[in-house]
């Protein structure tokens, strides 16, 4: 398999932080999900599916856990 993507979700505001996160600009990684389900229904406006190659998955599976419910 030469290319994996991992879909994961991300509070539509924290797209910014997520993509700072992974070009080292900050040094953490704002909370993410592996399932639409899992996003809490507290907060408003929504999520966002954000597709990374496997490679950045890693790099943030490695410095911050997915959040369950």
């Known amino acids: ?24 600009r900050i040094e953490t990684a704002p909370p993410y999900w592996l399932n639409e389900q899992a996003t809490p229904y507290s907060v408003t406006g929504g999520y966002a599916m954000i597709s990374l190659p496997y490679d950045l998955y890693s790099e943030l599976r490695f410095n911050r856990s997915w959040d369950q419910k």
């Open 1 to 24: 398999m030469k290319c994996m993507h991992v879909n994961i979700w991300v509070h539509h505001m924290q797209i910014d932080e997520l993509f700072d996160f992974l070009n080292g």
